[in-house]
């Protein structure tokens, strides 16, 4: 039997403010850069949860081992959603050989 225990989700219910607030480590050295965006982080098989991290904080995560994953990540060709990914694609020929 797999005893699975509930991620907590207390921040869900908080209105969405038009700027997230970044969550990395850049935030207490005020070094964000980028757009804050919503990611989901991993490291190996530990689901660390969902985080809101600007481009400086992703990086900095990649750089330590973790997999940092986008809520939905998109082609700019052909303006197609996937779902979860770690990037968008900027062609179709990254997501899809077969363009069917
Ligand atoms: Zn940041
Ligand atoms: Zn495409």
């Given amino acids: 039997m797999n ?3 509930t991620p907590t989700l207390a921040a869900v219910d908080q209105p969405r403010l038009v700027w997230l607030i970044c969550d990395g480590r850049c935030a207490a050295r005020h070094e964000c850069q980028g757009e804050v965006k919503r990611v989901h982080v991993m490291h190996g098989s530990k689901d ?3 985080w809101d991290y600007c481009d400086e ?3 900095e995560d990649k ?3 973790m997999t940092v994953e986008f809520e939905n990540v998109s082609c700019s060709q052909c303006g197609r959603d996937f779902g979860p990914g770690e990037h968008g694609f900027l ?3 990254d997501h899809s050989p077969t363009n069917s």
């Fill in 3 to 5: 005893t699975n225990s």
């Fill in 48 to 50: 660390w949860g969902w």
């Fill in 57 to 59: 904080a992703r990086a």
């Fill in 63 to 65: 750089r330590r081992g």
């Fill in 91 to 93: 062609h179709c020929a």
